[in-house]
């Protein structure tokens, strides 16, 4: 075989992907842009020439699990031809330079707002086996890069990016460090890519951005950019997340209201139920004003319901205000929570606090999650019998189908009919903190329902 084919076909990249929804964006971008020097998208980590790890620094401990997975790498490849290993995201971010120093096996790091270089790193490195630091912020230049490459993946459900970074500044949070400050792209850009994606089998939209809801390109707001999406035929699902409450604003919620297509589960982080505590973490609202956007919303659209993020053990958290959250739980009946002990993460403000004791955090993440996991087993139950609207999206052994209903709640189903890509009436029967079990439903046909 002529060399420079066989050198073609043995190109395969591996990308393993850490934590939020933006990181899984990103990976499926980079698949593309390897794709334009031929390097293939590979499942199987042995058979990787170039092993990327695109890390997350939101989650404890994230620098030891990219030496830990490195030294896997090592250890894998030990007898074979090394891979290129590029760490990308926001630990490259944040340590790019102690990484390529602390680990020579690793061959370059790449900042999220400089993923669009990937080529030209791998190139550099495969000419001249350098190592290569890519973490300056040049936003700009990433999304005009990235609008030229055609997306390959066809979801039927896809996250799209519309916004990055952050201007808050929440003192236990790494995002405006290493995202740098807040920017969108442009409507028409997006209107693109959106359409792009239904063309290719996508029926729902999830807009993605570290403050979703701050979105504004030349004064169109999030609410505007929502009107012109929800225009797209054959798109019948609109989600964003992640929201701040100061950005919440009146538009928006009446956008809730006016928007068939947006679905009512609104993913709101509040952190804590304590005014104190929000204070400390600079997070520029009360929760006297966290309730009111409830309010309004729920005014606006009676059928919307709320997920959210809880830090517990924050420095400076005593009982009275972890009792304030637990109140807050219940107040506002979330039905979906995710929640982490406080965990200093270097460079932040709050970095520099003095820590509580981990045993009384643990002990207040038990109590809060028992607390959660008993409100949601409440809102579930009172799923059960009900009709809820699924959007199926994957086959499954022996004839189940999954799929997610307006909630994002997990429903598995048995057909013999192909469902994927298509939205069904469930009748939900029965169900755990997890997933729900169902049947599909005729609402036409009475006798159907009432079986
Ligand atoms: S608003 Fe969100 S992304 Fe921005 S600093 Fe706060 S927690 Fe981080």
């Not at 073609?8 to 698949?31: A, P």
């Not at 209201?257 to 804590?272: A, E, G």
């Not at 607390?371 to 022996?398: C, P, T, W």
């Amino acid at each position: 075989m002529d060399q420079k084919l066989k050198s073609k076909l043995e190109k395969k990249i591996f990308i393993k992907t850490f934590g939020c929804q933006m990181n899984e964006y990103d990976s499926n971008r980079m698949y593309d842009i390897a794709n334009k020097i031929d390097y293939k998208k590979t499942n199987n980590f042995d058979e990787a020439t170039c092993y990327l790890i695109n890390t997350c620094h939101i989650r404890e401990k994230a620098t030891d699990k990219v030496y830990h997975d490195v030294g896997r790498i090592k250890k894998r490849f030990r007898n074979k031809k090394k891979p290129i290993v590029i760490i990308a995201g926001c630990v490259a971010q944040a340590e790019g330079e102690i990484l390529l120093k602390k680990e020579k096996y690793i061959d370059a790091v790449i900042g999220p707002q400089s993923y669009h270089k990937l080529n030209e790193t791998i190139l550099r490195i495969e000419k001249k086996s350098e190592k290569v630091n890519s973490t300056e912020f040049n936003v700009i230049e990433k999304f005009d890069n990235l609008n030229n490459i055609k997306m390959s993946k066809n979801n039927i459900s896809s996250f799209l990016t519309i916004q990055e970074g952050c201007d808050k500044f929440c003192k236990f949070c790494v995002v405006p460090y290493t995202r740098g400050p807040e920017y969108s792209r442009s409507v028409e850009e997006i209107l693109n890519e959106a359409e792009g994606l239904v063309a290719n089998g996508t029926v729902e939209l999830t807009l993605l951005g570290q403050n979703v809801n701050a979105y504004n390109f030349k004064g169109k707001k999030l609410s505007d950019l929502i009107f012109e999406i929800s225009k797209i035929k054959n798109l019948e699902r609109i989600r964003y997340t992640t929201s701040h409450p100061l950005d919440f604003s009146d538009d928006l919620i009446k956008i809730h209201r006016d928007v068939k297509k947006l679905m009512p589960l609104i993913h709101l982080p509040v952190q804590s139920g304590s005014n104190k505590i929000l204070d400390k973490m600079n997070r520029k609202h009360t929760v006297e004003e966290y309730l009111s956007i409830i309010k309004n919303l729920r005014e606006a659209n009676p059928l919307i319901k709320f997920s959210s993020d809880f830090i517990i053990g924050y420095p400076g958290e005593n009982e009275n205000d972890f009792n304030d959250t637990l109140k807050l739980i219940k107040e506002v009946q979330f039905i979906n929570f995710y929640s982490f002990i406080y965990s200093p993460r270097p460079g932040t403000p709050a970095a520099k606090l003095k820590q509580i004791k981990e045993n009384i955090s643990k002990k207040r993440l038990i109590i809060f999650q028992r607390k959660a996991s008993e409100l949601k087993m409440i809102y579930r139950k009172k799923l059960f019998n009900s009709l809820s609207k699924v959007l199926f999206d994957n086959k499954l052994s022996g004839n189940n189908f999954f799929g997610r209903d307006e909630y994002l709640n997990s429903v598995i189903v048995k057909s013999n009919k192909n469902l994927l890509g298509k939205i069904k009436d469930v009748k939900i029967i029965k169900g755990n903190q997890n997933t729900l079990f169902g049947e599909i439903v005729d609402v036409n046909n009475k006798k159907d329902f009432a079986a």
